[in-house]
Nanobody, 120 residues
Framework: QVQLVESGGGLVQPGGSVRLSCAAS????????LRWYRQAPGKAREWVAF????????NYPYSVKDRFSISRDDAKNTVYLQMNSLKREDTAVYYC?????????????WGRGTQVTVSS
């Protein structure tokens, strides 16, 4: 059974940091490219981080570049999202996604999400 389970969300102050984790099971984790997405209330889901199946390349949209960092540990079947210098507009539910390199990520595996709230 395929599972992706996010954890690490919560309430954090503006300017603070948080690290999200996503533990995977039920598929060959190392073969999959991994992404983090987020969805704020009333907004569309947006991509915030990408890492290749080999882990050699990452990519981020401008809105989070230099603040967010994605990494993976294939030995633990886990992907991480380190988020620094958080802003109120980073408040959202964060989802991890696993897709094969040539697969549309929308057709890949999804977790159920973890809430991150940035507020004083």
């Amino acid at each position: 059974q395929v599972q992706l389970v996010e954890s690490g969300g919560g309430l954090v102050q503006p300017g603070g940091s948080v690290r999200l984790s996503c533990a995977a099971s039920g598929f060959t984790f190392s073969a999959y490219a991994l992404r983090w997405y987020r969805q704020a209330p009333g907004k569309a889901r947006e991509w915030v981080a990408f890492i290749t199946s080999a882990g050699g390349s990452t990519n981020y949209p401008y809105s989070v570049k230099d603040r967010f960092s994605i990494s993976r540990d294939d030995a633990k079947n886990t992907v991480y999202l380190q988020m620094n210098s958080l802003k109120r507009e980073d408040t959202a539910v964060y989802y991890c996604n696993a897709a094969l390199p040539n697969q549309d990520p929308r057709q890949g595996h999804w977790g159920r999400g973890t809430q991150v709230t940035v507020s004083s």
